[in-house]
C-alpha cells in the first residue's frame, strides 16, 4: 500500500527557517519521482521542487530558487523540502507526492498519491 506522510511544518517568523520531510512506503524513491506542491488559502495547488533520486535530478518553481533545497534519503525513503529565508507568501499547505510525469522547464506533473499535507505558516 502506498502511503506518503509529511512533518515538519509550523509557524514560523519571516526570514526563519523550516524543514519539510516526506515519509515514503509501499514504493522505492529509486524508481518514482515525488514532488512538493503547496496550496494557500484561495488559491490553485502548485508545485515547488521536485525530485527524480534515480537520474539524481532536481526542479524549483522561480519563487523559490535560492530559498528551498530539496533532497532525497533513499535508504530511509525519505525526501525533505529545507526551507530558508520564508516569506509570508510562502504560507500554505504543504503536500509531497508521487508523480508519473516529469518536465524540466515546468516541473513534474500528474501525481498519483499524496500526502495528508502539513501547515507552513510565515507570519511577524
Known amino acids: 500500500q502506498v502511503q506518503l506522510v509529511e512533518s515538519g511544518g509550523g509557524l514560523v517568523h519571516p526570514g526563519g527557517s523550516l524543514r519539510l520531510s516526506c515519509v515514503a512506503s509501499?514504493?522505492?524513491?529509486?524508481?518514482?519521482?515525488i514532488g512538493w506542491f503547496r496550496q494557500a488559502p484561495g488559491k490553485e495547488r502548485e508545485n515547488v521542487a521536485c525530485?527524480?533520486?534515480?537520474?539524481?535530478?532536481?526542479y524549483y518553481v522561480d519563487a523559490v530558487k535560492g530559498r528551498f533545497t530539496i533532497s532525497g534519503d533513499n535508504d530511509k525513503n525519505t525526501v525533505h523540502l529545507q526551507m530558508d529565508n520564508l516569506k509570508p507568501d510562502d504560507t500554505a499547505v504543504y503536500y509531497c507526492?508521487?508523480?508519473?510525469?516529469?518536465?524540466?522547464?515546468?516541473?513534474?506533473?500528474?501525481?498519483?498519491?499524496w500526502g495528508q499535507g502539513t501547515q507552513v505558516t510565515v507570519a511577524s
Open positions: 507526492a508521487r508523480v508519473t510525469g516529469w518536465s524540466d522547464r515546468a516541473g513534474c506533473y500528474s501525481p498519483d498519491f
Open positions: 525530485i527524480s533520486s534515480d537520474v539524481g535530478r532536481t
Open positions: 509501499g514504493f522505492s524513491l529509486r524508481l518514482w519521482p
